[in-house]
């Protein structure tokens, strides 16, 4: 029954939900799945218009390429945190499954939001 322990205890008169835990995760699925395919086509658009219309790229052009690379890094750990406990009250998380595998793609993603 260890495995099925809370990470922190929860609070006062609340009994922790490990089988269907109440999720806020969806939002952030489904702000990917609207803002990430909006950004890659202005993305597009913004680099159509500097190579075709104005025939000069900028660093700020591959600043932005660069940026949009590492976002693909930051959804793909924020999808995989949200399989792992992401937007559940913590209380709500087994202990084996927010330590160490949480933690360690939490790190990834600092690594990766930082740059």
């Known amino acids: 029954m260890a495995s099925l322990a809370p990470s ?15 999720s806020q995760g969806y939002r952030v699925t489904l702000a990917i799945a609207i803002m990430f395919p909006l950004a890659t086509i202005l993305l597009l658009l913004r ?3 500097r190579i075709v219309i104005v025939r000069r790229v900028g ?6 390429g660069l940026a ?3 976002s693909i890094g930051i959804i793909a750990t924020l999808i995989v945190l949200t399989h792992l406990g992401l937007g559940v009250h913590i209380w709500d998380v087994p202990f084996t499954t927010f330590s160490p595998n949480f933690l360690r793609w939490s790190i990834l993603w600092h690594v990766l939001y930082v740059r």
């Not at 922190?8 to 109440?22: E, R, T």
């Not at 660093?59 to 932005?64: L, R, T």
């Open 8 to 22: 922190p205890p929860p609070p006062p008169g609340v009994i922790p939900n490990f089988k269907n835990p109440d």
């Open 59 to 64: 660093i700020d052009d591959y600043a932005i």
């Open 68 to 70: 949009w690379v590492f």
């Open 47 to 49: 680099l159509y218009t």
